[in-house]
């Protein structure tokens, strides 16, 4: 039987990066739960990623994850190709005057940094956002008072069809926790501006974030991070809070007792222990406050009963 897998290499036998048949993303995620990658693809490059997107049959799923620290990966896995950016191709960062330019494997509490080496301003919040660049790209990621909207200038990814293509600040679309570039573009660069600082001010701040986040949040335990989007007006927290959800379990998930909008394996969870006692949460803070939570974690892949080889 020809596998997903031995299909591609027989089309593409020039691929230079790294294609794996069930590869286990449960290590590749901050939960560390989930099923497999029917097919799991490192490229090399942003021309080799391009050379597997256009041999690939338009009906075989393609799926992007990054560092894993905002995603669920449900138990049955990921069917079709899942890619993940590495490497000195996507994972560097140059700075040329105000300008910061970021592969999208950077995370971005690396790109933070750089900023406040090179003085310039303006991208401390990153300092408290654990993901990557690719992913506030596409979730308008912010923190402590800052958005990625704030300080982007133009990207650019490829699409389903191998096509390089780019995106100014109006094409993006950016809204909260959500950009409008279409879904089947995969990010590979970004460029970012900043304002000249004081590199001490600057460090101060991220200080500051730090122990903000440490002070409030359980970022050593097994999370994903903030699990639900800031309603209109309020706060997921006190929602959540509310609805008596703060200590809730289910498996070996829980909602975590520090942040109650922090959902944590304590120890042999499942995915679905975590995504079911998520949607627990939300029906508990519907019935008691009428609003309908939105997940601010990414959840993708199928249920383990749903999968069929």
Same mark, same amino acid.
Request: include cysteine.
């Given at each position: 039987?020809?596998?997903?897998?031995?299909?591609?290499?027989?089309?593409?036998?020039?691929?230079?990066?790294?294609?794996?048949?069930?590869?286990?993303?449960?290590?590749?995620?901050?939960?560390?739960?989930?099923?497999?990658?029917?097919?799991?693809?490192?490229?090399?490059?942003?021309?080799?990623?391009?050379?597997?997107?256009?041999?690939?049959?338009?009906?075989?799923?393609?799926?992007?994850?990054?560092?894993?620290?905002?995603? +669920?990966?449900?138990?049955? &896995?990921?069917?079709?190709?899942?890619?993940?950016? @590495? *490497? !000195? #191709?996507?994972?560097? %960062?140059?700075?040329?005057?105000?300008?910061?330019?970021?592969?999208?494997?950077?995370?971005?509490?690396?790109?933070?940094?750089?900023?406040?080496?090179?003085?310039?301003?303006?991208?401390?919040?990153?300092?408290?956002?654990?993901?990557?660049?690719?992913?506030?790209?596409?979730?308008?990621?912010?923190?402590?008072?800052?958005?990625?909207?704030?300080?982007?200038?133009?990207?650019?990814?490829?699409?389903?069809?191998?096509?390089?293509?780019?995106?100014?600040?109006?094409?993006?679309?950016?809204?909260?926790?959500?950009?409008?570039?279409?879904?089947?573009?995969?990010?590979?660069?970004?460029?970012?501006?900043?304002?000249?600082?004081?590199?001490?001010?600057?460090?101060?701040?991220?200080?500051?974030?730090?122990?903000?986040?440490?002070?409030?949040?359980? +970022?050593?335990?097994?999370? &994903?991070?903030?699990?639900?989007?800031?309603?209109? @007006? *309020? !706060? #997921?927290?006190?929602? %959540?809070?509310?609805?008596?959800?703060?200590?809730?379990?289910?498996?070996?998930?829980?909602?975590?007792?520090?942040?109650?909008?922090?959902?944590?394996?304590?120890?042999?969870?499942?995915?679905?222990?975590?995504?079911?006692?998520?949607?627990?949460?939300?029906?508990?803070?519907?019935?008691?406050?009428?609003?309908?939570?939105?997940?601010?974690?990414?959840?993708?892949?199928?249920?383990?009963?749903?999968?069929?080889?």
């Amino acid at each position: 039987m020809t596998t997903l897998h031995d299909t591609i290499r027989a089309a593409a036998p020039g691929l230079r990066g790294r294609l794996v048949a069930g590869a286990s993303l449960a290590d590749l995620t901050w939960f560390r739960v989930g099923g497999p990658a029917e097919v799991l693809f490192t490229p090399a490059d942003e021309e080799d990623l391009a050379a597997l997107l256009a041999i690939l049959d338009p009906a075989v799923p393609v799926t992007v994850i990054g560092l894993g620290s905002n995603l +669920i990966v449900r138990d049955g &896995g990921i069917p079709g190709v899942t890619v993940r950016l @590495g *490497g !000195k #191709a996507f994972a560097t %960062v140059t700075i040329d005057g105000e300008t910061i330019s970021a592969g999208t494997a950077v995370p971005d509490m690396r790109l933070a940094k750089a900023a406040a080496e090179a003085s310039l301003d303006g991208l401390a919040f990153y300092r408290g956002i654990p993901g990557s660049v690719g992913g506030a790209l596409r979730m308008n990621a912010g923190a402590h008072g800052g958005e990625t909207t704030d300080v982007f200038v133009e990207a650019r990814g490829v699409d389903r069809q191998g096509n390089l293509r780019r995106f100014d600040h109006a094409r993006m679309g950016f809204s909260y926790r959500h950009c409008a570039a279409p879904e089947d573009v995969i990010f590979t660069q970004a460029l970012f501006r900043g304002r000249p600082g004081e590199r001490e001010a600057i460090e101060a701040e991220m200080e500051r974030v730090t122990a903000a986040r440490e002070a409030a949040q359980p +970022i050593r335990e097994r999370t &994903g991070g903030s699990t639900f989007a800031n309603p209109e @007006g *309020g !706060k #997921a927290w006190q929602l %959540v809070d509310a609805a008596g959800c703060r200590g809730l379990t289910r498996g070996g998930a829980q909602v975590s007792e520090m942040h109650c909008n922090f959902l944590i394996n304590r120890g042999g969870a499942t995915a679905a222990d975590i995504e079911g006692l998520g949607e627990e949460v939300r029906r508990r803070v519907r019935e008691t406050s009428g609003v309908e939570l939105r997940w601010e974690i990414k959840r993708i892949g199928v249920e383990a009963q749903s999968v069929s080889r």
